[in-house]
């Protein structure tokens, strides 16, 4: 890990209220992407395991492992990036006992990870003691949470009711009483994002939480216009990344078929002499 990358502890002090800039996040699962959006200046990068629905084509985060992460989590390391890796516990890798946790996210700190995320609030409590226990720092996951698709009959923005909003607010505190350094609100009121912010002492990243969080996270693929599936509405696309794929690939298979690459600046050249043998031949 270089001296450059940004560290725990100055992330766990951010505060907004403090008079600190807000976090900037984003999600990376391979190695140009890292290097692009660290040279962009994010602060965090995330390696989701979103990567199920953007890169991979499944339709929930359910169908991947933490082999599948720990692949991922070592290709964003390969770009050294600045920004502090998260690697992102999947499903059924942290649920079981204390122990599995601890072990799960020891393979994505050895894949490259600086940190891991895992979704879930004061029935994670145990996992989130473990883990931190072994020496490795944990980002927490409320709201929202993906993994939980099932329990939420689909992917429903959670705390809109009193009950619903206190129960967030009760996780989130036994989360950071648990330890986390800092944890992410994902589709909830802006209200509940703003209040649960005031609360803690450790940073809150808004992902459909309103404006009020400590930092921002977005997925790549949906912030970029690179991907195929439903944008929420909390996404602000801020490329035509899939359109200008599409364009480039279309003018190359234009001049495939047109024969006009590869043209002679695109081609070896050779001597005269083999050039004769080749034509005898
Ligand atoms: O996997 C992911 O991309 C995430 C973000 C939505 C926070 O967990």
């Known amino acids: 890990m270089s001296d450059q990358r940004t560290s725990v502890p100055a992330v766990r002090a951010t505060k907004r ?10 999600t990376a699962y391979d190695e140009p992407t890292a290097r692009l959006l660290d040279a962009a200046g994010v602060d965090l990068l995330l390696v989701g395991d979103s990567v199920a629905n953007v890169v991979l084509g ?3 985060t359910l169908q991947i492992g933490i082999d599948v992460m720990a692949h991922h989590t070592r290709a964003v390391a390969a770009a050294k990036p600045s920004a502090m890796i998260i690697g992102d516990l999947p499903w059924m890798s942290y649920h079981l006992t204390p122990v599995q946790a601890v072990e799960s996210a020891a393979v994505l700190i050895r894949a490259g990870a600086d940190s891991v995320k895992l979704e879930g609030g004061a029935n994670r409590v145990p996992a989130v003691r ?3 226990d072994a020496e490795i720092p944990v980002m927490g996951h409320l709201g929202l949470t993906p993994q939980s698709v099932r329990a939420m009959g689909g992917f429903k923005v959670q705390g809109r009711s009193v009950d619903g909003a206190d129960a967030i607010r009760r996780d989130a505190l ?3 009483e648990a330890g986390c350094f800092a944890i992410v609100l994902e589709g909830v009121p802006d209200v509940l994002g703003e209040a649960i912010t005031a609360e803690l002492d450790i940073p809150t990243i808004g992902i459909g939480a309103g404006p009020a969080t400590d930092g921002q996270v977005l997925v790549f693929h949906d912030a970029m216009g690179l991907s195929g599936r439903h944008v929420p509405k909390f996404v602000r696309t801020y490329g035509a990344i899939g359109e200008a794929i599409t364009a480039a690939a279309a003018a190359y298979v234009a001049d495939v078929k047109d024969g006009s690459f590869p043209a002679a600046a695109e081609s070896y050249a050779t001597s005269d ?3 004769d043998h080749l034509g005898e031949a």
């Open 17 to 26: 209220r403090n008079g600190d800039a807000p976090l900037a996040m984003m």
């Open 273 to 275: 002499e083999l050039r």
């Open 58 to 60: 499944h339709d929930d």
């Open 130 to 132: 473990a883990i931190i």
């Open 174 to 176: 036994s989360l950071q």
